[in-house]
Nanobody, 121 residues
Framework: QVQLVESGGGLVQPGGSLTLSCAAS????????MGWYRQAPGKQRELVAT???????DYADSVKGRFTISGDNAKNTVYLQMNSLKPEDTAVYYC???????????????WGQGTQVTVSS
């Protein structure tokens, strides 16, 4: 119904930057929020940042001041600008959307396939 396609992961040195993108497509009627989560090996998936169409944002304490989430409502796309990356930021990053498909009356949680971010020298 709703597909999320992520891009932008990769290998970066400590202190470097990366930008992740996530585009929602398919049977999208309305998006209530989009965001990024991450999961490191042996750890639970955790919130990184979220944004609403109105521009309200929320960040994990561990990324405040280093990561910036932004969105393009016209393109149903969300971005995550990651600066001053640390080895502990290494994880698979997943895009998430709370979205209502046109064929339904309620919203659902949708997830992307994940993109690997590795911070290492």
């Amino acid at each position: 119904q709703v597909q999320l396609v992520e891009s932008g992961g990769g290998l970066v040195q400590p202190g470097g930057s990366l930008t992740l993108s996530c585009a929602a497509s398919g049977d999208v009627f309305s998006i209530y929020a989009m965001g990024w989560y991450r999961q490191a090996p042996g750890k639970q998936r955790e919130l990184v940042a979220t944004i609403t169409p109105g521009g309200n944002t929320d960040y994990a304490d561990s990324v405040k001041g280093r990561f910036t989430i932004s969105g393009d409502n016209a393109k149903n796309t969300v971005y995550l600008q990651m600066n001053s990356l640390k080895p502990e930021d290494t994880a698979v990053y997943y895009c998430n959307a709370d979205a209502r498909p046109a064929s339904d009356h309620i919203s659902y949680d949708y997830w992307g396939q994940g993109t690997q971010v590795t911070v290492s020298s």
